[in-house]
C-alpha cells in the first residue's frame, strides 16, 4: 500500500520534472543566447541606418559605426511587431511577414501582408492608403484605424492555442480511452502538474465542494500562460505575456469569473462589513469596492511586470556586450544571462503559478458561504 | 508609453483565442481529464480498501480455523482416550473370566480325581479281600493238619494284607 502511495505521489514527480525541464533547455539556450545577440545587435544598426536615411538628419559617416542604443533595442523586442524578425545578417533580414487587417470606415476592411510596407531596400513606405509608423498603423487621411493584425503576439498566440489544443486534447483522448490505465509518455509530464493544480490550487483555496466546476477555467489560464510565458524565452519569441493587453483580458476575465461567483457573504462583506461599527462603512465600504478592482488590477500588472522585467535584464545583459564594444565582456555576461534565462524559466512556472493561485483564491473568497 | 497601452487588436484576437481555447480545451481535454483522474483515484482507494477487508477477512478465517482445528484436535485425543480404556477394561474382564473358568475347570477335574481314587481304592479293597480269601482258601486247602503253623501263618498275612 506504501508502495502505491509512492508510485502516485504528484509533488515527488513534480520536482523531476521541473529539474528535468530546466536541464533540458539549459543547452539549447546557452548557446542560443549568444546567436541572438550578435544577431540584434546588427538589426539595431540596420534600422538606426534606414531611419537616418529616411529623415535625412543623420550623415553618411554614420554607418557600421553608428551609436548603439540599448533603450531602443530592448523596447523595440519587448513590444509587438507587425512582422516577426527572427535575425539580421548583413543586408540578409530573416523576417515572416504577418497578414495585416485593418478597417476603416471610409475603406470598409482591409486584408494584406505587412511586407507590403517595405520596399526592396527594407524601407517603409505606405501602402493602400496605410503607413507603418513606430509598429503602429495610419490612415493616410487622418482615419480611425481599427487595427486587428496577425501579429507577432497573436501569432505566438495562436502558436500555444496550437501546442495547448495538441497536447492537452491528446492526453485527454488517452484518458477517455481508459481512466484506470499508468500514465504514459507526454500525459506522466502533465498529470502531476494537473493534479498539482488540482490538489494544491483549486481543491485548497476554492474547497472540495465547488472546485470542480472552476478546474477548466483554472487549467486554461495556466497553461496559457505557463506556454506562453516559455515560448517568450525561446529566442526570436515574442513577448506575449509580457504585454499588457494580454494580461489585461485575463484580468478581467478572472474579474469577471470572481463576481459573477460571487455569494451573499461576499456582497456583504463588501458593503456591509458584519461587525463594524456603521460609521466606519463609510470608509470601508469604498475600500472594498476598489479592492474588487484591485484585484485583478493587481493581477494585470503582476504578470505584465515580471514577464517584461525578465526579458529587459536579458536583453540588457547582452546589450552590455555591444554598449562596451567587446567580446571578451561575453565571458562574464553568457554565463550570467544563461543563469538568468534559467531564473526566467522557473519564473515562467513561478508566474503562471501565482495567476492561478490568486484568482483561486479570490474566486474562494467569492463563494464561501461561511458565518462568523 | 506604448509599452502600457494595451492595443485593440491583440485584446479582440486573445478574446477570440483564449474563448475558443477555454472551451475545446474544457470540452475535449479537461473534462475527460478530471474525470478520470477522480475516477482513478476513486477505484485506487477503493482498491486499497477492498484489500484491507480481505485481509481482515482472511485472518479471520485463520483464526476460524485454527480454532477449529484445535478443537478437533482435542476431541480426537478424548476420543483415544476413551477407547483406551474401555480396551483396557475389556481386556481386564476377560482376563478374570479367563480366570474364573480356568478355576472351576480345576474344581471340576480335581473332584473328579478325588471320585476315582476312591473308587479305586474301593475297587483295591474289593480286590484284596477276593484275593486274601484266595489265599485263605488255598491256605486252608494245603496246610490244614498243623493248625498251629495255619494260625501262624493267617496272622502273618493278614499283616501284610493290613494296610
Redesign the interface.
Not at chain 2, 509599452?3 to 485593440?8: D, G, R, S, V
Given at each position: 500500500m506504501s508502495n502505491l502511495a509512492k508510485v502516485f505521489n504528484p509533488k515527488m514527480y513534480f520536482s523531476n520534472i521541473l529539474l528535468g525541464v530546466l536541464i533540458s533547455f539549459l543547452s539549447f539556450h546557452g548557446y542560443a543566447q549568444e546567436d541572438h545577440a550578435s544577431a540584434t545587435a546588427t538589426t539595431e544598426g540596420h534600422e538606426v541606418v534606414a531611419d537616418s536615411t529616411q529623415h535625412g538628419e543623420a550623415k553618411a559617416e554614420a554607418g557600421a559605426e553608428e551609436k548603439f542604443d540599448a533603450g531602443k533595442l530592448i523596447l523595440h523586442h519587448i513590444a509587438d511587431e507587425h512582422d516577426w524578425h527572427l535575425f539580421t545578417l548583413g543586408h540578409f533580414h530573416a523576417t515572416i511577414p504577418l497578414p495585416v487587417i485593418v478597417y476603416t470606415e471610409s475603406k470598409g476592411l482591409n486584408v494584406f501582408m505587412s511586407s507590403n510596407f517595405q520596399n526592396e531596400h527594407h524601407e517603409e513606405v505606405p501602402y493602400n492608403g496605410f503607413v507603418l509608423e513606430h509598429g503602429k498603423i495610419h490612415a493616410e487621411n487622418g482615419e480611425k484605424v481599427w487595427d486587428i493584425s496577425i501579429t507577432k503576439n497573436v501569432a505566438s498566440m495562436l502558436i500555444s492555442a496550437i501546442l495547448l489544443l495538441t497536447i492537452f486534447i491528446g492526453i485527454g483522448r488517452r484518458y477517455a480511452e481508459n481512466p484506470h490505465r499508468a500514465p504514459k509518455g507526454i500525459q506522466s509530464l502533465f498529470e502531476p502538474i494537473i493534479l498539482f493544480v488540482r490538489d494544491e490550487i483549486a481543491i485548497n483555496n476554492i474547497g472540495k465542494k465547488h472546485y470542480k466546476r472552476f478546474m477548466p477555467y483554472l487549467l486554461t489560464i495556466f497553461f496559457f500562460i505557463w506556454f506562453n510565458n516559455m515560448l517568450g524565452l525561446i529566442p526570436g519569441g515574442a513577448n506575449v505575456t509580457g504585454n499588457i493587453a494580454i494580461t489585461m483580458v485575463l484580468a478581467v476575465i478572472a474579474f469577471f469569473v470572481t463576481n459573477f461567483n460571487g455569494k451573499s457573504t461576499y456582497w456583504t462583506h463588501i458593503f456591509a462589513m458584519p461587525g463594524v461599527p456603521k460609521w466606519m462603512l463609510v470608509i470601508l465600504t469604498p475600500v472594498e469596492i476598489i479592492g474588487i478592482f484591485m484585484k485583478p488590477f493587481s493581477l494585470m500588472v503582476r504578470l505584465f511586470a515580471n514577464l517584461t522585467s525578465g526579458h529587459i535584464i536579458l536583453l540588457s545583459l547582452v546589450s552590455l556586450i555591444f554598449i562596451f564594444k567587446s567580446a571578451f565582456l561575453g565571458f562574464a555576461v553568457v554565463p550570467f544571462s544563461l543563469f538568468m534565462n534559467v531564473i526566467e524559466l522557473i519564473v515562467a512556472f513561478i508566474q503562471a503559478f501565482i495567476f492561478t493561485m490568486l484568482v483561486s483564491t479570490y474566486i474562494g473568497a467569492a463563494i464561501e458561504e461561511h458565518h462568523h | 508609453m506604448?509599452?502600457?497601452?494595451?492595443?485593440?487588436?491583440?485584446?479582440?484576437?486573445?478574446?477570440i483565442?483564449?474563448g475558443?481555447?477555454?472551451f475545446?480545451?474544457?470540452k475535449?481535454?479537461?473534462?475527460?481529464?478530471?474525470?478520470?483522474?477522480n475516477?482513478?483515484?476513486a477505484?485506487?482507494d477503493e482498491a486499497?480498501k477492498l484489500?484491507e477487508t480481505t485481509r481482515k477477512e482472511m485472518a479471520d478465517l485463520k483464526a476460524g480455523n485454527d480454532q477449529l482445528i484445535a478443537e478437533a484436535r482435542q476431541e480426537r485425543d478424548a476420543l483415544i482416550k476413551q477407547a483406551k480404556e474401555a480396551a483396557d477394561a475389556m481386556i481386564a474382564q476377560a482376563k478374570n473370566d479367563a480366570q474364573n473358568a480356568a478355576n472351576a475347570e480345576i474344581e471340576k477335574a480335581r473332584t473328579a480325581f478325588e471320585q476315582e481314587k476312591n473308587a479305586a481304592v474301593a475297587s483295591i479293597r474289593k480286590e484284596a479281600a477276593v484275593l486274601s480269601l484266595d489265599l485263605a482258601e488255598k491256605v486252608l486247602k494245603s496246610q490244614l493238619k498243623d493248625k498251629d503253623a495255619q494260625e501262624k501263618l493267617v496272622s502273618e498275612w493278614m499283616k501284610e494284607v493290613s494296610l
Open positions: - | 506604448g509599452l502600457i497601452t494595451p492595443e485593440f487588436g491583440l485584446i479582440f484576437w486573445q478574446l483565442i483564449f475558443l481555447l477555454f475545446l480545451l474544457s475535449f481535454a479537461w473534462k475527460p481529464i478530471v474525470n478520470s483522474l475516477e482513478r483515484e477505484s485506487i486499497i484489500a
